[in-house]
């Protein structure tokens, strides 16, 4: 089964606009964390937000926001007054709070390409 | 220092060529990463070093060659590739604990001719 689940393989959004990408994740552990990275077409992942399982308030960074909803096992990246720049893949990801190796392991989801038009 | 410094950023290379990649930080984490990138796709784990032992080996051929020489440098050796392994190749780092994030390099776009 899969750990992590975006369903949304492409998203456009105007310019100015705020944009949704979903994100659901499946987890046995208490303790978890959950990670959006960006990917540009020059290929560097770029880490923008982070939610842990222990988190009572969404996190929020700059216009990165995201809407955690424990019981529903979701994780939704909220990206507001969206940029040309905002062009990219968005990745969801999970680390499990195991000990030992068990931690280490970053999970991705399979991506969401958004594209912001002008 | 944030950084995660890949060399090369790109490569191509024949099946009977050995290379290497090689991956560097300085941010004092403990744990490091190669993963393998097709296009479209998601990043996927192929290998993880915690305190320069090698932790996880996520059942990747031995053409691919993993070492950690020390706690910033990581290197991929590579030796008789198929033109199936042409990918980006990304390292990574992060402190040990579940709940921090991980830095990734530029990576390596690798074309195997």
């Known amino acids: 089964a899969q750990k992590i689940t975006q369903t949304q393989p492409g998203m456009f959004v105007q310019e100015k606009e705020a944009v949704t990408l979903d994100c659901t994740y499946d987890?046995?552990?208490?303790?978890?964390?959950l990670f959006w990275y960006k990917q540009p077409s020059s290929g560097e992942m770029i880490f923008l937000i982070y939610?842990?399982?222990?988190?009572?308030q969404n996190a929020t960074e700059g216009r990165y926001s995201l809407n955690f909803q424990k019981a529903r096992k979701s994780t939704n990246l909220v990206i507001s007054a969206s940029q040309l720049g905002d062009s990219a893949m968005y990745f969801c990801?999970?680390?499990?709070?195991?000990?030992?190796?068990?931690?280490?392991?970053?999970?991705f989801g399979k991506g969401t390409k958004l594209s912001v038009i002008p | 220092d944030t950084e995660v410094t890949q060399t090369p950023k790109h490569l191509v290379m024949g099946m009977t060529n050995k290379k290497s990649l090689k991956c560097e930080q300085h941010?004092?984490?403990?744990?490091m990463y190669w993963y393998k990138q097709k296009a479209k796709k998601p990043p996927e784990l192929m290998f993880v070093?915690?305190?320069?032992?090698?932790?996880i080996n996520e059942s990747v051929p031995s053409r691919f060659s993993p070492e950690c020489p020390n706690s910033s440098l990581l290197n991929l050796h590579l030796h008789a590739l198929q033109p199936e392994d042409s990918a980006l190749y990304l390292c990574?780092?992060?402190?040990?604990?579940?709940?921090?994030?991980?830095?990734f390099g530029q990576g390596t776009r690798l074309t195997v001719v």
């Open positions: 990801a999970m680390r499990e709070g195991r000990s030992g190796a068990g931690s280490y392991q970053l999970t």
């Open positions: 939610q842990g399982s222990y988190d009572e």
């Open positions: 070093y915690s305190y320069e032992k090698l932790s």
């Open positions: 987890t046995s552990d208490q303790s978890y964390g």
């Open positions: 990574a780092s992060s402190p040990l604990d579940w709940n921090t994030e991980a830095f």
């Open positions: 941010m004092g984490h403990r744990a």
